[in-house]
């Protein structure tokens, strides 16, 4: 994070309460999960374990976000808006944000990029769990092996419908390609958000040549 823990939490402006709102944003597709509420305690916390932690008014305790659901959040970035009242948590979300199972708390069906981080979510909880009769899981039982044999046939398919003229099987073709690129890049341990750092660098290292 940008800015050191002690900085940080000396830099905040708590209200009477010694509370703070917390904006909290995907940091793949920008867009808002949720706006909750942190004490010093519950920045404290997010701030040396690096996943989302919250003050509950309803309940008056602090709670860790997803620990009962398993849809954790973790920490990117930490900054404060220009009157230091505000903060601002960027996060990788593991699974919905809402307690409604929704992407976000505002009732937005997630972009495309949600929609990627969405789909990596599910496919890796189901590499966590293996529930049976799941042929993602029998992908990963099967190894790596198979995982990337799938991916290339997904490719060449792929390949095939592009040289045909129809859009529908292009479009068929690139979503089974996707999700098998994804079973790969959860088994070899590959994030979204380090596809999305390289694509940052070429475009910047683009824009200056």
């Known amino acids: ?18 509370l703070v709102p917390a904006v909290i944003q995907d940091a793949i597709t920008r867009e ?33 976000k997803g620990e009962t659901s398993g849809n954790f959040q973790k920490v990117r970035a930490i900054s404060l808006d220009c009157d230091n009242d505000t903060i ?11 307690h409604t199972g929704a992407y ?5 069906e997630a972009g495309f990029g949600g929609t990627m981080q969405k789909l990596y979510g599910l496919i890796q909880e189901r590499n966590n ?9 029998r992908l990963f ?3 790596i092996d198979k995982i990337v044999k799938k991916l290339g ?4 398919e792929t390949v095939i419908a592009a040289k045909n ?9 690139t979503s089974d390609l996707l999700y098998h690129l994804i079973v790969t890049l959860v088994a070899k341990g590959v994030t979204l958000e380090e596809i999305k750092t390289e694509l940052v660098k070429r475009h910047r290292t683009g824009l200056k040549q």
């Open 129 to 137: 769990r293996r529930p049976p009769n799941s042929y993602t899981t």
């Open 32 to 64: 808002v999960l949720t706006v909750a509420y942190m004490n010093e305690e519950a920045l404290r916390l997010t701030i040396e374990k690096g996943e989302t932690y919250l003050w509950s008014r309803s309940r008056k305790e602090i709670w860790h």
């Open 88 to 98: 601002l948590l960027e996060v990788e979300p593991k699974g919905p944000a809402c």
């Open 165 to 173: 003229d129809s859009s529908v099987r292009i479009v068929e073709e």
């Open 141 to 143: 039982e099967e190894g």
């Open 153 to 156: 046939e997904e490719a060449v």
């Open 104 to 108: 976000s708390c505002f009732g937005k």
């Open 1 to 18: 994070m940008s800015i050191s823990k002690s900085d940080l939490i000396k830099s905040v402006k708590f209200d009477a309460r010694g």
